[in-house]
């Protein structure tokens, strides 16, 4: 049973996936949003090689806990994944996930370049985690 956490921004989507025990995860890449979203066939591809069973998709809530724009968009993109690939598809409180990946990637020591083209990725890792980390706390 293998999950894959996705952090949507507005340029692109981190993807990270999860061991086949679900105890880790670790991060694919980035996938670019189009247009025409072809986002979530590219997603749709990802998920059919992963052989992934359930998505995660981070909500970026506000920091008192209610939805703001941001995280209706994030809510309307879980039900389009929903619909698409038949999955179920667990939204996550997100909170400050970017923000600990950017400061790993500093203290890293990881040059600006590089760190805007990880972050995403890093964040989806850390969302995924998180998710995993709590239903083995059963």
Same mark, same amino acid.
């Given at each position: 049973m293998r999950l894959m956490g996705l952090d949507y921004g507005d340029r692109n989507i981190g993807v990270a996936v999860s061991d086949a025990?679900?105890?880790t995860a670790? $991060?694919?890449g980035v996938v670019?949003?189009?247009?025409? %979203?072809?986002? #979530? *066939?590219?997603? @749709?591809k990802l998920v059919a090689e992963?052989? /992934? $069973?359930?998505?995660v998709v981070g909500l970026p809530k506000n920091m008192n806990g209610t939805i703001g724009p941001r995280g209706e968009i994030c809510i309307a993109f879980a039900q389009d994944l929903q619909q698409?690939? %038949?999955?179920? /598809?667990?939204l996550w409180d997100e909170r400050l996930?970017?923000? @600990? @990946?950017?400061?790993?990637?500093?203290? @890293? *020591? /990881? $040059?600006?370049k590089k760190r805007k083209l990880n972050v995403d990725k890093m964040a989806a890792? #850390?969302?995924?985690?998180n998710y995993l980390d709590s239903k083995t706390k059963r």
């Open positions: 025990f679900g105890w670790q $991060s694919v670019q949003k189009r247009r025409d %979203n072809g986002e #979530l *066939d590219e997603i @749709a992963r052989e /992934v $069973s359930e998505i698409k690939l %038949n999955l179920p /598809v667990h996930t970017t923000v @600990a @990946a950017e400061r790993t990637l500093l203290e @890293a *020591d /990881v $040059s600006r890792q #850390l969302i995924l985690q």
